[in-house]
């Protein structure tokens, strides 16, 4: 009987694992980007309409709203508040992001905010009341601050200037080109790159952008390599590194962390499904350095659930471990099946 019990249990929870590896996210966030701060990961995205929303986890799967970071009330613009990040730059933290399709930034004591914008536009002094999107920022070795961005100048561009110490005030003279659309993949609708984030591994720097319009479904990451920020970016031969993953469609703006355990991370979002763009939701996988070249782990994507984990017997999704469940008396059993779910504490809560 407690062979037919456990063999039951263990096929069951197979089935539950192969059923939440299908489940959308039930983060509604487009344009991710995850801080760990401490021992809590943020994240933040866009999605609502009066600002910048944020969630909290502790784990990367079971995620908490926490309402607005940043308000409308304390920023210029009244629309369109996108694509934020946030750094912490001395004793503050710094949010970059988008408003009314312009360049804005934003200080706070805290990862939760209130963020209270800084000055007007932050490009003024380059590009005066141009638009622009999708705001990066890139601190290097020696401790310079680079910022990039999209421009309108050939479809969405990719360009870049150099920040001063403090992180906000851009300096003279170091507006340039990055990249523009040039490959077949990338002009499917549109002609987009966008959605800029910067990796430097082996003194070699990695442009990450996405291309497509978002409402595309071949939505893609690619990336282009230099050696030294005042020469020529040159895109990867094997690009894109992320499309069409694991029945996700739309994948793209994305952002890189690093989580606890020191695993490089990449945070995207996609489709509602392969017919519906929105709502767009946050997804997060595995990246590595093999070599030179950037890739895209084959660990299975993590979707998030809403809820909290402390505490509680609940099904998560595994990106790096052996997969390991539980018999009625509480002893481990490890499988050889890779990328199902861990049951904890023999009992299962539906994400």
């Not at 804005?104 to 963020?115: E, I």
């Not at 442009?207 to 071949?218: G, I, K, M, Q």
């Not at 282009?224 to 069409?244: D, E, F, H, M, V």
Request: net charge negative; proline share 5%.
């Amino acid at each position: 009987m407690k062979r037919f019990l456990l063999l039951s249990l263990i096929l069951t929870t197979v089935v539950l694992g192969s059923c939440a590896q299908n489940q959308p996210s039930a983060v509604p966030l487009a344009d991710p980007y995850i801080l760990l701060d401490g021992d809590t990961y943020y994240a933040y995205g866009t999605h609502h309409a009066d600002g910048i929303e944020y969630y909290t986890s502790k784990d990367l799967v079971h995620w908490t709203s926490q309402g607005l970071a940043l308000s409308k009330n304390n920023t210029t613009e009244q629309q369109w508040f996108w694509a934020p990040e946030v750094y912490q730059i001395g004793d503050h933290y710094v949010m970059y992001f988008s408003a009314n399709e312009h360049l804005c930034v934003a200080t706070s004591t805290s990862p939760c905010g209130p963020f209270e914008q800084v000055g007007g536009y932050m490009l003024q002094s380059l590009i005066g009341d141009e638009k622009c999107i999708d705001s990066h920022m890139f601190i290097d070795d020696d401790g310079s601050c680079y910022l990039f961005f999209v421009r309108f100048t050939d479809g969405n561009c990719i360009w870049m200037c150099e920040l001063e110490t403090d992180g906000i005030t851009p300096k003279e003279g170091t507006l340039r080109h990055c990249i523009s659309v040039s490959a077949p993949w990338e002009s499917r609708l549109g002609r987009v790159c966008e959605g800029p984030f910067v990796l430097k591994h082996n003194r070699i720097y990695y442009l990450t952008y996405s291309a497509n319009d978002y409402r595309s479904h071949d939505y893609g990451i690619g990336y282009a390599q230099l050696r030294a920020l005042s020469g020529t970016w040159s895109k990867y031969a094997g690009n894109p590194i992320l499309q069409r993953k694991e029945g996700l469609f739309g994948t793209g703006h994305h952002s890189f962390f690093t989580d606890k355990e020191g695993q490089l991370r990449i945070v995207f979002h996609a489709h509602a499904s392969e017919t519906e763009v929105a709502p767009r939701g946050m997804y997060i996988g595995t990246a590595a350095f093999d070599g030179n070249v950037l890739t895209i782990g084959d660990a299975p994507i993590i979707r998030p659930v809403i809820g909290d984990d402390t505490g509680v017997e609940s099904l998560r999704l595994e990106a790096n471990l052996q997969p390991s469940f539980y018999n009625l008396l509480g002893q481990r059993i490890v499988t050889p099946f890779r990328g199902l779910a861990v049951m904890q504490h023999r009992k299962v809560l539906f994400p």
